[in-house]
């Protein structure tokens, strides 16, 4: 099936996760995605995460399907020359070094535009334009998420908590994805390229304007409540009387009638006067979790949900690895590696009908001769 991105060239020099995770999304989508790789013989970092995916990084096999990859020194003139062959019929460049480090190469985003005014620039940092010291500072994924105040509301109430996958990273490329589509539509408008610029900093901070609007107009500071909503209540994890946790969701009045009716079999419970709003139970949020916990501890996991779907109440069991594994829900797609295939969660949107037909994880410098012939002077 023709992808929407087909004959588009992607010319990336990338490291980590956030602008391989954009490029993934454009290899996804057709795009021909050429990764430049350091030529010290280890390549892009995030091939030494892990081993996890047949004695490969995870990471890193999960991030560049579909790419091929190219071994280069800028600092050689003859690569030099050939990067730049290569950015003559580029229709996108993407970098996420140190800032300042393409500008010193004669590489930045405004030059090679200016040299390939088609050529959309994609540039990805930790703080974007923030300036001194911030354009000093490592960006790396959980360095952002203490920063940008993400760890003050994830956690216990105890302790901050890191959120278990690299978000700042991966939603940053996910911005960048779309930008770059917003750019391409523009360029098909204009026939011109333009600049994308996204930061770890900026992702994180648009995703946490609610409770930092709570702060600046209300001076309230939402609360680290662990599997607990801050302002609703029922909306956290109960146990069953096997020890397995559930977690609830009451939205409305009419659920929190509903859930004590069905579940808790208390309708008259709804209207205590220390639970009959939300603003009251949150208030008096150990006092209704009690209850409810009461109840729960003392049924089946199975009479739980049972209870639960009776009263159209929203559910989810707080699943581990192992049961993701094996979910009814999990889609899968297989990809081959240099080490053989593997499976793994597949592209979270279907364009059509599902496919499976995603390219290989590349092996270091598998495509550098054929590259290199190919943009020969």
């Known amino acids: 099936m023709s992808q929407p991105l087909s004959n588009l060239l992607v010319v990336s020099l990338e490291q980590a996760v956030a602008a391989p995770h954009l490029t993934c999304r454009m290899a996804d989508a057709g795009a021909r995605v050429i990764k430049l790789e350091r030529a010290d013989g280890s390549g892009d970092f995030a091939r030494g995460y892990d081993k996890h995916a047949l004695g490969q990084s995870g990471y890193f ?139 770890l900093f900026a992702s994180m901070a648009d995703w946490l304007t609610a409770p930092l609007i709570a702060y600046e107009q209300s001076e309230v500071i939402w609360p680290r409540n662990a599997l607990r909503h801050p302002v609703m209540c029922p909306y956290g994890a109960f146990p069953a009387n096997d020890g397995s946790q559930t977690l609830v969701a009451c939205q409305a009045e009419r659920e929190w009638h509903r859930f004590c009716e069905h579940v808790l079999l208390d309708k008259d419970f709804a209207s205590h006067p220390q639970a009959e709003t939300n603003v009251i139970r949150v208030a008096n949020r150990p006092f209704v979790e009690g209850k409810i916990e009461s109840v729960t501890k003392n049924i089946s996991r199975e009479e739980f949900h049972a209870r639960l779907r009776k009263a159209d109440i929203a559910f989810g069991a707080v699943n581990t690895m192992p049961e993701l594994s094996v979910h009814g829900a999990l889609r899968r797609i297989t990809i081959g590696t240099p080490n053989g295939k593997i499976t793994h969660p597949a592209p979270p949107t279907i364009r059509g009908e599902p496919r499976d037909d995603y390219g290989p994880s590349p092996a270091y410098d598998e495509h550098g001769a054929k590259i290199r012939q190919e943009f020969s002077a």
């Open 61 to 199: 096999v999960w991030l560049n399907r579909g790419k091929e990859s190219l071994a280069i020194d800028i600092k050689k003139p003859e690569d030099m020359a050939l990067l730049h062959r290569l950015l003559a019929k580029a229709d996108v460049w993407v970098q996420n070094l140190a800032p300042g480090a393409m500008e010193r190469a004669g590489l930045g985003s405004a030059t090679l535009r200016q040299m390939y005014p088609r050529l959309i620039t994609v540039d990805i940092s930790g703080y974007g334009d923030a300036g001194p010291p911030y354009d000093e500072m490592k960006a790396y994924d959980l360095l952002v998420q203490a920063e940008s105040g993400l760890t003050s509301i994830t956690g216990s109430p105890e302790e901050p908590g890191r959120v278990g996958v690299s978000i700042c990273d991966l939603t940053t490329g996910l911005n960048a994805y779309t930008a770059v589509l917003e750019a391409l539509i523009h360029r098909g408008i204009t026939g011109k390229g333009s600049g994308v610029r996204a930061s």
